[in-house]
């Protein structure tokens, strides 16, 4: 195996990791804000950690994301909670 080789695969693991790393970060945000009151308690909007989590180009797509998942998970709450 060359040297480039090597070095694509590490780059390539690197990048995979990251990417994993930020997915299970934004899941963790997306929790706290919808159960620990995160945006009371701390003083910061969902908005900017995903800003500074995925960088400002892909924030929006990312917290519209967010938000569906919210809405989804918030509906099925109240569901939940009507039927007991």
């Known amino acids: 195996m060359s040297k480039?080789?090597?070095?694509?695969k590490t780059y390539n693991f690197y990048k995979a990791e990251i990417?994993?790393?930020k997915i299970n970060e934004l899941n963790r945000i997306n929790?706290?804000?919808l159960t620990n009151d995160y945006n009371r308690r701390?003083?910061?909007s969902q908005q900017i950690l995903v800003s500074a989590i995925c960088g400002e180009d892909n924030m929006s797509q990312e917290y519209s994301r967010m938000m569906r998942e919210q809405k989804v998970?918030?509906?099925l709450l109240i569901n939940l909670?009507?039927?007991f």
Request: proline share 0%.
């Open 4 to 8: 480039i080789e090597e070095y694509e």
């Open 19 to 21: 990417t994993k790393q």
């Open 31 to 33: 929790k706290e804000f």
């Open 42 to 44: 701390y003083g910061v």
């Open 73 to 75: 998970i918030k509906n």
């Open 81 to 83: 909670i009507g039927l």
